[in-house]
């Protein structure tokens, strides 16, 4: 309520500047200019506050007992009423009883359908909270993909200096190696050349010395005279002869 007045009282004083609410930047407990351990962020209460008879706090009453002891409050709002009903401050009107009943009818409904109705409020609770739960997850395993696959970008950025390196090695021994295997070729074809130059060289020389032995031996048969053969064959007898 003070808080609305205080607003109403800022809009009423300068109508033509715009109301700004700032609220405080959630780094302040980062920076550790807020006392997180006496001083912890609020949480909203799942189950709610317990009460005594249905409406008061059960605060109220523990702040009794250190002064009054455990019959305090009671007492206490005994004699408040007493007070009250006693100069007429409240005034037990066709109003009161009527609220009386209302008050007599509305706690047996409570009472008869409050527990199914809070089973079926805290499924549908349950129900709710596993789908928020589950779209939660999902995210969260979709982020954690992600930042998987961005891990992985840079782990293969990091490695792709030492991958072209080692294509780079690769592509050298490849050609190192066809280098080689014609270097093996060439030196196979000149040397099967040599080698036919050699052979035709032999055959040359063969075939010279050939027909050279088979000049000289028709040469000299020709100089041969018939009677040098009759005396050589002679000779050639008597030789015979004489070493039998």
């Known amino acids: 309520m003070l808080a609305r007045c205080a607003l109403r009282a800022l809009q009423g004083n300068n109508k033509s500047a715009a109301l700004c609410l700032v609220r405080l930047?959630?780094?302040?407990?980062?920076?550790g200019e807020r006392d997180l351990v006496n001083f912890p962020p609020r949480k909203r209460p799942i189950d709610p506050s317990p009460v005594r008879m249905m409406v008061f706090p059960e605060e109220w009453f523990h702040a009794f007992y250190n002064k009054t002891g455990?019959?305090?409050p009671y007492m206490a709002f005994a004699s408040i009423g007493t007070f009250l009903a006693s100069k007429e401050y409240f005034v037990m009107e066709h109003d009161f009883y009527v609220g009386v009943a209302l008050a007599i009818v509305l706690t047996g409904i409570v009472k008869k359908i409050g527990p199914s109705t809070a089973e079926w409020m805290e499924a549908e609770q349950v129900k709710i909270e596993k789908e928020l739960t589950s779209i939660k997850q999902n995210e969260i395993d979709n982020l954690q993909a992600a930042i998987d696959s961005e891990l992985?970008?840079?782990?293969?950025?990091?490695?792709?200096?030492?991958?072209?390196?080692?294509?780079?090695?690769?592509?050298g021994l490849q050609l190192e190696a066809a280098y080689r295997q014609r270097l093996s070729e060439a030196y196979t074809q000149v040397k099967k050349r040599l080698d036919y130059q050699l052979e035709v060289s032999n055959v040359v020389r063969r075939v010279e010395q050939k027909h050279m032995v088979d000049w000289i031996i028709n040469n000299v048969k020709k100089s041969i005279t018939p009677a040098q053969e009759e005396a050589a064959l002679k000779k050639c007898i008597a030789d015979l002869k004489a070493l039998a």
């Open 25 to 31: 930047n959630s780094d302040v407990a980062a920076a």
């Open 70 to 72: 455990v019959s305090g």
């Open 152 to 171: 992985g970008a840079q782990s293969d950025g990091k490695v792709w200096k030492e991958i072209a390196e080692a294509k780079k090695e690769a592509v």
